[in-house]
């Protein structure tokens, strides 16, 4: 792995982790935009919790290589839940937010694997 590749792995890594460290407390602090986000949806409120359990676990296992795949697939689910709901609910240009976050997350996963390929 290059110094470029190993400096876009972290910077990716510590902006996704960030985000959904940030979404998920939100959620699980029922935060008004985020209720009200759920609630145009037509999601449960308990959901809301879930997801940001999944978020915040999920940004946390980013960090663990044992872990990385299996947070990324459940990532994977709440951007691609993200994508379609904003899509049908709110707009399509506001849904390529998840999908541009769900391309940072594909970014570290190929960057992990080389970055563990390197090491091991």
Known sequence: MTKTQ????????????????????SKLMAVPVAVQS???????????YVVGIVEV??????W???????????LYIVLTGAFVTTWIYVNFATA???LAV????GFILCLGKKRSSAVG
């Open 38 to 48: 759920f609630t145009i949806a037509h999601l449960p409120i308990w959901f809301m």
């Open 64 to 74: 663990m290589r044992s872990f990385v795949r299996a947070s990324a697939i459940g």
């Open 6 to 25: 190993k400096a876009v792995y972290y910077v990716l890594l510590v902006l996704v982790s960030a985000l959904f460290v940030f979404s998920g407390v």
């Open 57 to 62: 676990l999920g940004a946390i296992s980013l």
């Open 102 to 105: 769900a391309v940072a997350l």
């Open 96 to 98: 390529l937010f998840p």
